[in-house]
């Protein structure tokens, strides 16, 4: 299995706090991408990264925000979490954009 | 907004059959093609991969893809209860910098 950690795998939370999701890698892979999961909108791209502090916007961006300031970590943040950020939240990285993806095992985060 | 489609499912088909899984995409630069298989409650996990026009087969699993008529295919040969799961198709985007995602279609298998 790809090493890909996600941390944490569960949280429950309040509207208006700020929620940090971490993913470790230790594959030195280039590529880093945040996804979440809903029913009937299957998975969705929230922020990628290319690189160290090169980071792009995905399909469903607003409200969230990444960082990544060493090549193993990919943060998301919910600057004040609402209860349509509710989800499963997936990490997953690869080597090049265009090749395979390889995922960690999820975050459910609920937000009252 | 370029587009990956699938037919949701339920697909039933008996233990044994062949599952035939099906995705069509809208952006005609895509180069790279994935199929997913994701049970209930877990993540994504790689089943298959193809990258040029014809059959690329792996054990049970062929995937098909046909550039000129944007489709791409998956076949399970005997089918198990244990294929019973929900396959995305993924596509790249025309960056190369990203996977487009169908919603996925989901797959039963009856014993």
């Known amino acids: 299995d790809a090493g890909i950690t996600q941390s944490p795998r569960h949280k429950v939370t309040e509207t208006g706090t700020p929620v940090t999701l971490r993913c470790h890698q230790t594959e030195n892979h280039r590529y880093m991408y945040w996804y979440r999961q809903d029913p009937g909108h299957g998975l969705r791209l929230i922020h990628y990264?290319?690189?160290?502090?090169?980071?792009d916007k995905g399909e469903v961006s607003d409200g969230y925000s990444v960082s990544r300031s060493k090549t193993e970590d990919f943060l998301l943040t919910l600057e004040s979490a609402t209860s349509s950020q509710t989800s499963v939240y997936f990490c997953a990285i690869s080597e090049r954009g265009d090749q395979p993806q390889h995922f960690g095992d999820g975050t459910r985060l609920s937000i009252l | 907004q370029k587009e990956v489609e699938q037919n949701s499912g339920p697909l039933s088909v008996p233990e044994g059959a062949i599952a035939s899984l099906n995705c069509t995409y809208s952006?005609?630069?895509?180069?790279?093609f994935f199929w997913y298989r994701q049970y209930s409650g877990k993540s994504p996990e790689l089943i298959m991969f193809i990258y040029s026009n014809g059959d690329k087969e792996d054990g049970r699993f062929t995937a098909q893809l046909n550039k000129a008529s944007q489709y791409v295919s998956l076949l399970i040969r005997d089918s198990q209860p244990s294929d019973s799961a929900t396959y995305l198709c993924?596509?790249?985007?025309?960056?190369?910098?990203?996977?487009?995602f169908g919603k996925g279609t989901t797959l039963s298998v009856s014993s």
């Open positions: 952006d005609r630069g895509s180069q790279s």
């Open positions: 993924a596509v790249n985007n025309q960056a190369g910098t990203a996977l487009i």
């Open positions: 990264s290319y690189g160290v502090k090169d980071t």
